[in-house]
C-alpha cells in the first residue's frame, strides 16, 4: 500500500509541475499580447518556445476537440480541469 502511496505522490508532483509550466506559459503569452514585454526578450522568448514545444504535443489533442473560439485558446484550462479530476479519482482509489 506505501508503494501505491508513494506512486500516486510521484503523479502528483509531475502534475503540479505541469500545471506551473501551462500558467507560466499563460503568463509570459499575456505579457507579449500586451506588450509588456518585448518578444525581441531573447532570454523569455526563448523560454516561451520551449514551454511551447513541450506542451503543444499535449495541448494539441485537446485543441482539435474543441470549437475554434478565435484568439482564445481554452485547451490549457481543459486540461489543467482534467489533470485536477485524474488526480481526485487516483486519490479516492488509493485512499
Known sequence: MTGLVALYQIIDLLTS??????????????????????????????????????????LRPIRNMLPNTGAIDFSPLVLIIVLQIIMIVLGSIIF
Open 17 to 58: 509541475a505541469l500545471v506551473m509550466l501551462i500558467i507560466i506559459q499563460f503568463i509570459i503569452g499575456l505579457l507579449f499580447a500586451f506588450n509588456v514585454v518585448s518578444q525581441s526578450n531573447d532570454f523569455l522568448m526563448a523560454f516561451y518556445n520551449s514551454i511551447n514545444r513541450f506542451l503543444d504535443p499535449i
